[in-house]
Structure formats: C-alpha cells, structure tokens
C-alpha cells in the first residue's frame, strides 16, 4: 500500500460521527405519493418547463431545459401526472419554483439496459452525460459535460474520483464505493474516454478500509497497461475532499487561486458523479435518483436512502418513523458546510447528499464572543486566509474592504469557525462580506 | 544669561526662519504653476447641499452630485433629499436648470409583523445582524417576507430617523427625508419610499400564496386582489405576487372613491394613509404596545 497523501496546509480532524450508518446498506424508499422537483438544482440558469399542469409523464421524461446558458435537462423521477407549478422550500434560497408531480403508483418502474458504450463516440458521450441531467452530485452542482470538456489550451492529463466523503455523519458515497464499487469504476472508464485520458486516482480517506479494499478490487479488475485506475488512500483530515485539497494531496499540484482544476490538467468528479455517469451512458438513464444520508441522534432511524429527487424531507422522516425528542438542529448536507434548516418541507435535489436530525448534545448554542487573535483560525485555514480579520471587519461595519484578505478564495468548509474558541460565527462574517466586498 | 547660549538660539531661529522661508517660496510657486483648474460652480453647488453624506441621490456623497448635477445636463437639480425644496431652487438656479417639484417623501415600512403576531420559526445564534440572520434559512421570522428586527436600517440611517421598538423599526417623519439608505440596506427590501400625499398604503410585502400567509400571519395581504378589482381609478396593481399602488393616479382621482379598496379588503391590511399624523399616532401606539 502507498503512503497516505494529504494537503500541507490548515485542515482539521472532527469526530467522524459516521457509526450511526456506515454498516448500513443503502435502502431504496418506497416513493411518496407527491413529489416537488426544483427547477434550479445546478449552477447555471434554471430550467423551464417544458410540461404543462395535468400532462400525463413517464419516469425519465425531459421536465424541463435551459433555454439559455448553463444548464442541463431536468426529468421526471417518477411516472405520473403534473400537478401544479409552485414554489418550494430550497435550504439556501428558503424558497425556488417547483413542479410537483402526482405519482401514479400503477405505473412499472423503467427497466434499463445496458449498451455497448465502447462504440460510441466522444461527443455522443458528452451528448449522453448532458442529456441524462448530470450535474456534480457531491454538492456544488456544477454541469458535468462542461466539466469533461476542458479548454483545449489546457490539457488534461489526469482524472481524480473523490471519495473522501471528509463531512462527518456522511456515509452514502462509503455505502455507493461498498455497494456499486464496479458501476463507479465503469463511470471511470467513460470519463476517461471522453477526456481522452489514461490515468485515474480515486481518492479515499483512510478511515474507510472496507471501501478502500472493494474499490482497489474493482479498480485492478478494469485497469489495463492503456487505462490506469489507482485507488489512492488519504489521511484522514477535513476538508480532504474539498477539490483543490485533493488535487494537491494526489497530485502535487497547487490550483492557482480563482483558476480551475483543468489550469493543473486535473478533472475531478465525484464517486456518485461517476456513478452517475455510469447510469447516464451504460444503461442511458437519467439522473433522478440520489443516494442520501439520513443521520443524526435526532431520528428514529437513521439510514442511507435512495431516494427520488423531489421526495420531501417530511415524507423522509415519516419513513424512517420520524423524529425523536431530543432533536435540536436540522441541517441539509453536512455538519461543517450545510445549512440549517427550520422546515420540512424542503424537496430532495440531485445535490442533496445529507439531511442531519442533530440532538442537544451534537450541537453547540454557545453564543460567540469577541475574538481574543489567538491566531487558530488562521492555523486551520486549508487556503492560508485569515479569517479573523474578516470577522472584525465585518464587525465593524466593513465588510467592503474585506477583499484584501482573499475572501473569495474562501470555500466555506468551516476549519475557522470549528476551532475557534471564541465560537465566532466566521464563516457567516466571510459569506457578509462577499456580499459587500468587491471582487 | 550666558551670550553663547542667546547666541546659539539667535542664530537657529534665523536658520530655521531661513528654510521655512524658502520652502514657503517653493510651496507657493508649486502651487501656482501645478494649480488644477476647479470648477468654482461646482464647489457652490456642494456648499448649497445638505452635505448629509446620505447617498439618497444615487451619488457617492455630495461631491459626486455635486460634479454630476454641474457637468451632466440630464441630472436634475431636486436630488439632495435632505435639503427639500430649498436647496433643489438653490441647485437649480445655481446650474440654470428647471426646477421640477419635490416630492415629500417618507420611508414606510411594509411589515405589519408585530401586529399579525408573527411567530418565529428558529431561535437564530449568530452575527446581530438582518442581513446575517438572512442568510440562515431567511431569518428567525415564520414569514419569509416579514422585517427580522436587527435593526440594520436603524444602524444605517445617517438622520437617525428610526428606532428600534420592541424589534420592529419606527421611522420619525420629523427626522426622515427619504434619502432611501434604509431600503438599500434591508435585507427582505420591506422598506418602500412612499409620498406624504399617498391616499393608501399596504404594510405587508409578502409575495407568498394566501394560504402560506394565512398559516403565520393575522393580518398579512392574501393577494386575493379584491383591491386591485374595486379600484376605479385602475391605480392598484399585483405584480410578481405583490400589490403596488401608483400613487400619483390614486392621487389624481381624489376622494370620490371613498377608499373602496380599504372597505373591502377582507384582511384589512389596505389602510388609509394620512401622513405624518397617522405615522406619529402609529409609532406612539406602539410604543405604548410595548
């Protein structure tokens, strides 16, 4: 086994908390009866219906499209009838327009096939990978045929899968690397041959062996003297999975600040995201379907689900036989980046990968205090910022001058406000002042 | 005293005396020769400002109206909001333009929280701030269109015209001039610029469904949109899920309407409005409510 790689700089060790589900498997829900499926679910315009109330629709049926800009198609997760067009609950824009759909329990579930993608050229590749709705699923819901077509004065040379999974709580990626390990290895291949590429690493932090062992198997069943894929295992430190730490654990390389991963010749997806990929091209079926972490003391059950995008948090927590008294906190996503959440009425998106029922003793209402400078924040800052001033900043009603300290290279992971003891709200300063701050 | 020592001091002032006079020389040749040719317009027109530093005009400060309102033929002389009628004749007849009427204006606020007894949806720990608290699923408040009471416009008035009451901002319609920094600076834009002259008003921004807004609020506007239908003067709009009134054709029709909209809206959230007495009499009972 290869020595563990990691970042150099910052980074923080959180307890794990992933016991609560890592040995459970992933359960598929029995679909509700109603589902709201967001229009805007990547980054890039949002979709426009192409549907209209009462029409009649099959599972994987195109929804909606970007008419304009950057987008991918939108479908239909189940078969049934559209019902109305509203506005539903989103965890950062609180509400979004919606289509909700009436599912017909009637209906047969798609069989898919698979498909000698081997033939297929690139670009019907690409076509494949954007018709099916792929957006990157670990969370920043970037389109991913943009991202498999870098700029040619860039080229690329490597391919990362990121299976970190660092956010404390998750486990679906874990459960999707034990379960689907030769799906997501196939996704690989595709990629490989869209970018035209023959290295790719998969990067696992070193606290899931089990994923780490299945995934090396897999990997050195596909790997060829032309296609390489190499299970790489990481330290196991937060943000290990934040895409320019893992370039530099992996690869060595630094992404200059602002630049993207292809400025290194790196593409880096995530190990759903190639699963998904795996879907899109093998077996030609959409994205519309999430494996998610449900977790926390604050749930009857906690449990990895796959789940239809659109499926409400409410009907989630009725499946699982709801919440136990001492839930405190609801979070979507994980406890270091998520959002807390005071409703459920929140519909599932395709970059949904976690909703967290916290109870009393998980989480911390200490209100915060005035910073002391003892310098920890700057410390546990991945991207060598410094967090404390722009708090202060912030503070004193500045927070337009707070571009000299870089806050736009800040990605929110949280380092600074984990160890800060004086429970400073810092990454809430830091997303004040890009508000206010100029580029 | 020793004559060195009268001697030494004698000779450094006259030293000093000396430099001072050739730097002074140098200063002022500099002066004359590197002079920047200013405006002498432009100067008389920012000493004519309210000099408020507010930003009502749309400007960086004064200076920058001041250099827009000289140079820029299309800017009109009535900006300066603090300065009122006075200083917009001043303007206008210092830079030769047509003095256009001035609108007395007021900051209203469109949030009837306290009264529809709005309750909240999460305790919020952070930065004391509206526009933090925002950022954390749209603030504490069951509605999400309701003011969250941090008082970021009461920070940001340069008048000091609102107060924090109970949570809820307060304008006083003796220190307010509309400048308009309170609603750049609410995060749920619940602050709208209205005239004195308005006839009604409506003090609820939600854009939420009646239903949603029944479930959080007692009095909030349901957009059944009765209003809009029983206008006679057609001055009562719903656009993007919120009733807007075009005062001026609300004015222009005059009273003969007897305020139906008010009459009949079931929620009573459409309200007469009567200037500053009405505000006066508003905010003393809520402070007496408090």
């Known amino acids: 086994m290869t020595s563990l790689l990691t970042f150099p700089k910052g980074g923080v060790h959180p307890p794990a908390s992933k016991g609560l589900t890592e040995n459970l498997a992933i359960e598929v829900m029995a679909t509700p009866d109603e589902l709201e499926i967001i229009l805007g679910q990547h980054i890039g315009a949002p979709c426009t219906p192409t549907v209209a109330p009462k029409d009649a629709v099959q599972e994987g049926q195109v929804i909606g499209e970007v008419t304009k800009g950057l987008g991918v198609p939108l479908h239909a997760p189940v078969a049934g009838t559209i019902k109305s067009f509203g506005m539903s609950g989103h965890p950062m824009r609180v509400s979004a327009p919606s289509i909700t ?138 943000p290990q999975g934040s895409e320019k730490q893992l370039i530099q ?37 959409p994205l519309y379907e999430k494996v998610m972490t449900i977790s926390g003391k604050g749930i009857k059950r906690p449990a990895n689900l796959l789940v239809k995008v659109g499926t409400k948090v409410s009907d989630i927590v009725e499946y699982l036989g709801g919440v136990t008294p001492e839930l405190a906190k609801i979070v979507m996503g994980g406890p270091m980046m998520g959002f807390a ?47 404390k001033e722009v708090g202060l900043y912030v503070e004193a009603g500045r927070p337009q001058d707070t571009g000299q300290f870089g806050v736009f290279e800040c990605f929110e992971c949280g380092c600074c406000a984990y160890v800060c003891p004086a429970k400073r709200p810092l990454v809430q300063f830091v997303r004040l002042a890009k508000m206010k701050a100029k580029r | 005293m020793d004559p060195a020592l009268v001697k030494l001091a004698l000779g450094g002032i006259a030293l000093l005396g000396c430099i001072g006079l050739f730097f002074g020389i140098g200063l002022a040749l500099a002066a004359h020769k590197f002079a920047v040719e200013a405006n002498p317009l432009i100067e008389e027109v920012l000493e004519s400002l309210a000099g408020a530093q507010c930003g009502g005009c749309g400007y960086p400060g004064c200076e920058g109206y001041a250099i827009a309102v000289v140079t820029n033929p299309e800017v009109p002389p009535n900006l300066c909001f603090p300065g009122k009628e006075k200083v917009a004749e001043r303007v206008a007849q210092l830079t030769g333009k047509k003095m256009t009427a001035v609108e007395d204006m007021i900051a209203l606020v469109r949030c009837s929280r306290k009264e529809g007894r709005v309750s909240h949806k999460h305790e919020y720990i952070g930065f004391a701030s509206c526009t933090a608290a925002n950022l954390g699923f749209g603030g504490p408040s069951s509605c999400n269109y309701s003011c969250i009471g941090l008082g970021e416009c009461a920070e940001s008035c340069p008048f000091d015209a609102i107060a924090m009451v109970d949570g ?94 008010v009459e009949k809206c079931p929620r009573n959230i459409m309200r007469k409005y009567e200037g500053r007495v009405a505000i006066a009499r508003q905010a003393d009972g809520l402070k007496m409510a408090s």
């Open chain 1, 341 to 387: 959440v005071s409703s459920l009425d929140i519909p599932v998106t395709k970059t949904t990968s976690s909703v967290l029922f916290l109870a009393e003793d998980e989480i911390d209402t200490t209100p915060h205090s005035q910073c002391i400078r003892c310098g920890w924040c700057l410390e546990a800052c991945p991207m060598g910022l410094e967090p």
């Open chain 2, 168 to 261: 809820f901002p307060v304008v006083n319609p003796d220190k307010c001039v509309a400048c308009g920094t309170c609603v750049r600076a609410c995060p749920k834009k619940v602050i709208e610029l209205m005239s004195l002259k308005a006839r009604v008003h409506v003090p609820c921004s939600t854009k939420d469904l009646g239903k949603n807004v029944r479930k959080v609020c007692e009095v909030g506007c349901i957009s059944c949109q009765m209003c809009v239908k029983k206008c006679p003067a057609e001055a009562i709009a719903y656009t993007d899920g919120l009733i807007t009134i075009d005062h001026p054709k609300c004015i222009a029709y005059g009273p003969e309407c007897q305020e139906i909209c």
């Open chain 1, 101 to 238: 759909i009436q599912t017909n329990k009637e209906a047969a579930p798609v069989q898919y096939s698979r498909c000698d993608w081997q033939k297929l050229a690139k670009e019907e590749l690409l076509a494949k990978v954007h018709g099916a709705g792929i957006i990157g699923i670990g969370g920043a819901g970037f389109p991913s045929h943009v991202k498999l077509s870098p700029p040619p004065d860039n080229p690329v040379d490597t391919l990362i899968l990121n299976g970190a999974e660092c956010e404390p709580y998750i486990t679906a990626d874990h459960r999707q690397m034990l379960e689907r390990a030769q799906e997501i290895v196939e996704g690989a291949l595709v990629i490989l041959k869209i970018l035209g590429i023959t290295k790719c690493f998969i990067g696992i932090e070193n606290n899931k062996p089990d994923a780490i062992k299945t995934m090396t198997e897999a990997a050195a069943a596909v790997s060829t003297p032309e296609h390489t894929v190499v299970v790489q295992p990481l330290q196991v430190k937060y």
């Open chain 1, 249 to 285: 654990a992996i690869t060595g390389r630094k992404v200059p600040g602002f630049a993207l991963p292809s400025a290194v010749g790196v593409v880096v997806h995530n190990v759903s995201t190639a699963r998904a990929i795996y879907d899109a091209v093998v077996l030609s079926k």
